[in-house]
């Protein structure tokens, strides 16, 4: 056996080994990132539907269901990408949901306490929301959603924000 030839090989096939462990490695790393920020963001939208609701029941008594889909199926996730802060402000919104219930079915209950208990859910979704927001959205993508009218609402831009893609005339 000729040593010249064998000790190059032997370091070539270790170098290339380690090589494709860590390029793995980063690879698997990076796909987990993009899946719970994925998750973390429908858990966003979910909880943006979820405070437009129990605002529609405090303003104008309409209690439409609120929806926990995404938090039962990616609380795995999140538990493991989101910090401990952050997760406990998002499970304190999703606790308050027994309350909304509550409020929608308690008809005797006084309209002042009522609306004391949603403002307070209503806050506890706000408090995930902005918890969340700098987690899962880069600067430009926040400052997209709030041309869109608003960290707190969805689709229309509100009345005085300038059309998407524009910004507004200095004065």
Request: proline share 3%.
């Given at each position: 056996m000729d040593v010249d030839r064998i000790v190059p090989g032997i370091i070539g096939a270790v170098v290339g080994v380690l090589g494709w462990l860590l390029v793995g490695v980063y690879m698997q790393r990076r796909q987990f990132g993009r899946q719970a920020k994925n998750a973390g963001r429908a858990l966003y939208f979910e909880l943006l539907l979820n405070r437009m609701n129990v605002v529609l029941a405090r303003d104008y008594g309409s209690f439409l269901p609120l929806g926990r889909s995404a938090f039962d199926r990616l609380l795995p996730e999140l538990a493991t990408s989101l910090p401990a802060a952050s997760l406990?402000?998002?499970?304190?919104?999703?606790?308050?949901?027994?309350?909304?219930?509550?409020?929608?079915?308690?008809?005797?209950?006084?309209?002042?306490?009522?609306?004391?208990?949603?403002?307070?859910?209503?806050?506890?979704?706000?408090?995930?929301?902005?918890?969340?927001?700098?987690?899962?959205?880069?600067?430009?993508?926040?400052?997209?959603?709030?041309?869109l009218g608003g960290p707190y609402s969805i689709g229309m831009p509100a009345p005085d924000a300038p059309p998407a893609g524009r910004t507004a005339a200095r004065t």
């Open positions: 406990l402000t998002v499970v304190g919104a999703y606790t308050g949901h027994a309350g909304y219930q509550q409020a929608a079915t308690e008809h005797e209950a006084p309209a002042e306490l009522r609306r004391r208990s949603l403002d307070a859910i209503e806050g506890a979704h706000r408090a995930a929301l902005d918890a969340l927001r700098p987690q899962l959205f880069s600067a430009r993508e926040a400052a997209a959603l709030a041309r």
